[in-house]
């Protein structure tokens, strides 16, 4: 018997056999299609309800809220959350368009495909969000802290521009950095398998 | 196809190649709870897929092509860790059964050394698929995969020699 027909009968020998039933506990491999694509269904619709909510906020306020401002602050709020939205359903309908059934090269360009439009959406969208969502925050307060004493106003808005640039300048892009590194490291993990996949 | 006969036929596909594909996934992933979320995976996409089966292939190379790709899609979340071969208790063995299940552990150990395609392609060798299938399922021409496993071979054999 040559040495790969001993390995063949070892192969053979093992009893391997899947647990019959799906495992109480988590699975482990996170970042499957499934995942991201439920994360991205989530992100869409909690987005999307979340619009209509403030909707149906302003809807109950309308007595108190009088100014054109206020409502377009309120309109551009429902219309960031909605945006952003769509673009998490957009990402979950390009995460359903890659085929776990197309050839392997293919399959793997697709996923590659995938994460650099993912890499391009969140330099983009970051800067877009934060910018869109506080002109409408902006927009509404003025209403909301007009006739209110100086130094309330002058400290609501030094805790709130100190958190937003905190949130922008130190979570955010300290997260989108991260995100961006993942991303690469992915991609060329891709690059390296699809390399590999590639005719000899 | 009914519901019933969609559930009915999944059952048969995860009778007949469950244990084919769980050792797939784990000379893959090196681990057995890896390996069973990898599994685990795969079947979610087989039943997700199954209306779109035209029949144009097998239906054993159409889900080891599934299993193949859900296995090349783990690598994104990290790196496989190699599986020392001291990992699994062997206590309860017999001697004879112990040797086995250690010869076991060390063959996928080795599999585990060998680069990603490489891993997915000898697992599909030594669960003795021919090689017009294999073509099928990974998309390679015959030629080119006689020239790599014959690479493979030696090299897996050189790996399990040298750790042996």
């Known amino acids: 018997m040559d040495d790969f027909n001993f390995i063949r009968e070892i192969w053979k020998s093992d009893q391997a056999v899947p647990a019959a039933a799906a495992p109480a506990r988590r699975p482990t491999v996170v970042n499957s299609g499934r995942k991201l694509r439920r994360q991205q269904l989530r992100g869409a619709l909690s987005l999307l309800l979340t619009g209509a909510w403030i909707i149906i906020m302003g809807l109950l306020m309308r007595d108190i809220l009088h100014a054109a401002l206020t409502w377009t602050g309120l309109a551009l709020v429902v219309l960031v ?3 952003q939205s769509f673009l998490h359903f957009r990402t979950y309908k390009k995460l359903r368009s890659i085929d776990d059934t197309s050839k392997p090269a293919v399959h793997l360009s697709q996923w590659k495909n995938y994460y650099a439009f993912r890499k391009a959406q969140v330099r983009w969208n970051l800067p877009v969000y934060f910018v869109l969502l506080n002109t409408a925050m902006a927009l509404y307060l003025v209403e909301i802290l007009s006739g209110r004493p100086l130094k309330n106003i002058l400290f609501f808005l030094l805790l709130y521009v100190g958190w937003m640039l905190f949130a922008y300048f130190y979570i955010g892009k300290k997260n989108l950095q991260k995100e961006e590194t993942r991303i690469s490291a992915i991609i060329n993990d891709l690059e390296s398998i699809e390399h590999q996949w590639q005719e000899e | 196809m009914t519901d019933a006969e969609r559930s009915a036929q999944f059952t048969r596909l995860y009778r007949q190649h469950a244990n084919g594909i769980f ?3 784990l000379g893959y992933a090196g681990e057995e709870s890896l390996a069973q979320d990898l599994l685990q995976e795969c ?3 087989v039943w997700n897929h199954l209306h ?4 144009e292939a097998q239906w054993s190379t159409w889900i080891y092509r599934i299993a193949v790709n859900i296995c090349l899609g783990y ?7 190699t599986v020392a ?3 699994v208790p062997l206590a309860h063995l017999t001697e004879e059964a112990g040797i086995k299940e250690q010869q076991v552990q060390q063959l996928y150990k080795c599999i585990s050394r060998l680069p990603e395609a490489d891993r997915v392609l000898i697992a599909l060798v030594l669960e003795e698929k021919p090689y ?6 990974t998309g390679l021409s015959e030629n080119n995969l006689r020239v790599r496993i014959h ?3 030696k090299q897996l054999t050189e790996i399990y020699h040298q750790d042996g």
């Open chain 2, 85 to 87: 071969a001291d990992t």
């Open chain 2, 23 to 25: 050792k797939l996934c």
């Open chain 2, 132 to 137: 017009t299938e294999i073509a099928a399922i």
């Open chain 2, 75 to 81: 690598l994104r979340k990290k790196k496989l860790p």
């Open chain 2, 43 to 45: 079947f979610v996409s």
């Open chain 2, 52 to 55: 779109q089966f035209r029949g």
């Open chain 2, 151 to 153: 690479r493979i071979k």
């Open chain 1, 81 to 83: 959350c909605w945006i």
